[in-house]
């Protein structure tokens, strides 16, 4: 089958053919690939920031974010059947370690990243496990549905977690408003009614961002600290949510927020560095968030197909793999680029 | 009276005569002192650390940890007598702001912080109000116990919020062993079943430790970050409460902090700097703590009038107040200083 | 003034004429009553369902649920001021017990409840406290929220408390769709994305609950509990909000929980009767739910006046009180009745 | 193999020979049985009372509560290998449906519960599942730790519940010192400060109870109910943990409880019966609890294993288990009887 494989840091990935992955195991599931997200994070593993972290051997195949048709499993699957349609969560976990078994799927002992330290979905078929299945109605379209399975829980999950911070009255700021952003908005949306306010540099990002939920805009212009701040009685907001975290938007992120808040880490890049006299007299946290457990792509699923969460996607064949790559790289994406092997 | 006043920073204070403070609100409460704590936070304060954050005005009475008797109480108070004993929660609040409606009381929009931006307790007498009042059994000594009123409800309140992270099986550093590190301990051999190990530079501060419930003790050396992870199968603690946060300590602290952990900020002085790669890709968080509720403080006299919270004092009459901050900048106080005016 | 005076049970109240209440304490406040909600709970005051709870001594003015302008205030209000716009908590409180400090202001030990245990609001001027009072922009007429300050803070109140288990995916049942039920509709729709089953026996009333965000209704002809089960592969809902909990409504929402939910009480009437092997067996919850805290109601008038939670209201002049009453009891008020003296 | 056999309802257990279980599934195992409990449910599958919830086809072998040594694992078994001690949580799951993705194992879509709805383990081998196992140190006896998976974790699982409900100050009365009772007063000591109250009507089961943590024992002589409220201020306990909840200790539980507190029901054999004006006006609530997780039972063996949780046993060889049987109907037991096949 033809993958997209990464052979050498900071080169371009090449598409190649490589054997199609078969079940050993009695939970393992081969899915055909419908739809492969192309993320941020592939570029930061191109460029080697992930290398030490994942300990991955090169070459391998990228892509972490997959939805698609069940191929073929193991001979102890009940929760799937060839033919179904699913979408992944984005760590096949061993189901019985204590994060596990707490639900917090993605602190298993045992995970393994499809797409980040083994082969992954840009390719005709990727192996996973049972677990990692969440099956969907069949008329679903996994092309439609496949951002959700990493940028869709990411930012779900940061929302989930700050619901309960977030009772009306409250101000939460969406930093950043791009392929996470915007489904934090939709999701915050659903789930809450605090006072949503969003900040980009772009002001597109903004009007789609009204359209979405947001009750204010802020553009980041250099002032946008001083924004929020006059839109909060100069008090900031409850909740951040940082969809950026990079370029000094952490330190601002940060800045933006209230005495007793939180401000919640989901972007990366950058240092934060904070005064600890400054932690401790307004008892500020730094809330860091990683993608989401199994739970939390079923309850996005609910609201995606109640058409609370819509994504704005761009589709590009397999082969076109590295078109797709060059244009987010380039700001070309508007919403989330989607292979379909 | 007698008081101890701050009249230009980085000089010694001086002990001069002043008025008597007298009610004038319906909630006013004049409180003879029976003990005032002397804190790091007194020497900071001197050092001009506080000063822009508090914004208070030379000459002033320093501090902000008082036990003692009433006095004179304005005309509505009705939840303490002339007589009776109290501790003081450090804050007189409002109690009509959304924070005092909600408990949080050292986020009271309005509050004063008496000792640190007004008049304090190094005096014979003290000005706060009936919403600051803890009633104490007549036969506790106020001296014994000041401690308690900012040491004690910081150490507390830090731990109350880290009580459901520290199931049976989990691992709780506490990082620094002195005023406030060992109230800490003790709070949390009351109220959980977690694992402790105490983080110190002193060898004999964790002698003590040990005795007041340290299951495992480490020799702040240079080599504590792998000590702790030794003692967690390399994985780092649940929590990591940090007394200390300056001059490295946090940084360590937070190394020390297991994936999906939390490090909380109780001490100050150094910044924090973190990749936030670091925090997103082990979902880690960095909490605030500030003092803590009138809830936490009741809470604590709980503890304490059962035995299982204990101070250790060393006391100084008013005159000798420049001898206690003397002792405690030169690290010859074991647990907290009291002045008994 | 004129005012509402119960004076025999069983008997229909009196209108007539009595001192204007007046401030004495320095937190009183005297609100000019421009909104006085007529409630089922008042037919239940005459019905002497209350008389021993209460231990109200007759003869006295009742009405629980009100809303007006500052008339006059003691010396120490600092919140309100004369000719300010307010809805007030329906207990006035004392600010310094543990359940005050820990914001849970309906359970103040030393609370008063006019309308039911005092002098109540329907009557041109009510005595209360400044906690009580919430401040209004001057816009809001009163007798258009009114009905918020107690059927909408106790609809809300459970609605709250519910909310963390009502996750996407889940089911809420609103057993009983009138006053109360929908504003817990609209709240509900607001703070989460639960689906919504109301259940009523007037189809009416299932009619405008759709409208206010009912995903299903179910009309309780008898087979309701079936007709719940069936919507929910046999398993019942995550949540029931029982506002009805008289003649057997009770049982059927017991019935309709699911194994591990909560069966919410806010009605009342009749017993309650479980086998104890069904609630451990199934391990669900029967919860209590008493009005709600301050900070509740202040969450409500953000909803309300942000247009997500709105009142059918039918008004009365403060002389037609009787009516208002009779009308109640006999079914013939769409929403809530309420007076304006 | 010999087994404690089921044949006819109302008549006493067979023990007879059966097949020995084998591996069928990739995830089963099976477990030569060290000690398995007796518990009064054994009594009560006896009498019929489960026979419709549990749908268990006679004849069956009973015991559900289970330590042991595994003796043969399924191809894809990885978390424990023959030989091991391991302790065994009660139901085998599933690890797929939503309730096990939460953690929630006892709530398993897909469980069974051996010893109740299929073969147990009074026997000389049980089969049971991989995700069923908890490994322990090998030092460890299986009778010695055997009444800790069903009785201990029931208790358990209550307590962790509560803790959040239970700061210092509180009181949380024990209803019933009898073999979950004991349990539960040692994990009450170990996770809270709370004050805690046992009441029972055997004198010798309180003396029992002082010796492992309570403050207070208080005779169930009839006048119990008043004498928790004497010992309250008259106002009740924070939360009751009713272990009996039959004739009429259920009734007395609530009437213990607080005014927005809660009843913890853990026992069963009584239908409860309150007025819902009662539940409403105090904001009490009746709380079911069924067995535990897989991770309760895990932190209750940390706690057994650091001696915070001791057992009284008296063990029985497979040969007495109707002795056992008749001891425990008849009151003879004193902590748990234990079967050792």
Redesign the interface.
């Known amino acids: 089958m033809k993958a997209v494989r990464l052979q050498t840091y900071h080169r371009r990935p090449v598409i190649e053919e490589v054997p199609e992955p078969t079940v050993s ?3 393992d599931v081969v899915v055909k690939i419908g739809g492969a997200g192309v993320c941020r994070t592939d570029l930061h593993i191109i460029e080697e ?1 992930w290398a030490e ?1 994942s300990g991955v051997t090169l070459p391998y195949t990228i892509g972490h974010e997959n939805a698609g048709w069940v191929h073929e499993v193991g ?2 699957v ?2 799937v059947a060839v033919g179904d349609t699913v979408i992944l969560h984005p760590t096949p976990t ?3 370690c ?2 596990c ?7 298993c002992s045992d995970n393994a990243f499809p797409g980040i330290d083994s082969d992954g979905g840009m390719a005709e078929y990727l192996l996973t496990s ?2 990692a299945c969440i099956k969907l109605d069949p008329q679903t379209q996994p092309a439609d549905v496949a951002a959700l399975a990493d940028a869709g829980i990411t930012a779900y999950h940061a929302v ?1 977690k700050a ?2 911070l977030l ?3 409250t101000v939460c700021v969406v930093n950043g408003a791009g392929g996470l952003g915007h489904i934090g908005i939709q999701s915050l949306a ?4 605090t006072t949503i306010v969003v900040v980009d540099r772009n002001p597109e990002a903004l009007v789609l961002a009204e359209q979405l939920g947001a009750d204010h805009t802020v553009l980041a212009d250099g002032k946008q600290v001083d924004a929020v701040l006059d839109l909060t009685d100069g008090n900031g907001a409850e909740v951040v949510l940082d969809f950026v ?2 370029q000094g938007a ?1 330190q601002d992120a940060f800045a933006m927020t209230r ?2 808040g939180s401000h919640f ?13 400054d ?12 993608v989401g ?3 939390d792509l ?3 699923m ?2 995606a197909e ?1 058409g ?1 969460v819509t994504l704005h996607t761009k589709k590009y064949p397999l082969d076109a793999a590295l078109d797709a790559l060059a244009d987010l790289d380039a700001g070309r994406v508007r919403g989330r680029a989607i292979l379909t092997p």
């Open positions: 195991g009695p939970f920031q972290k001979s102890a009940t929760n061993c189901g019985l204590p994060a078994r707490a639900g917090n799927d993605m602190h049972a677990r989930r619901v309960p009772p009306p009255g659903a789930l809450t009614a975290a990079e952490q005495r007793y880490v989901i972007g990366y890049g950058s240092n934060i560095d904070i005064p600890t006299i932690i401790i007299s307004t008892e500020r946290s730094v809330i860091g968030n990683l457990t199994y739970n079923v309850e996005l609910v609201l109640a609370k």
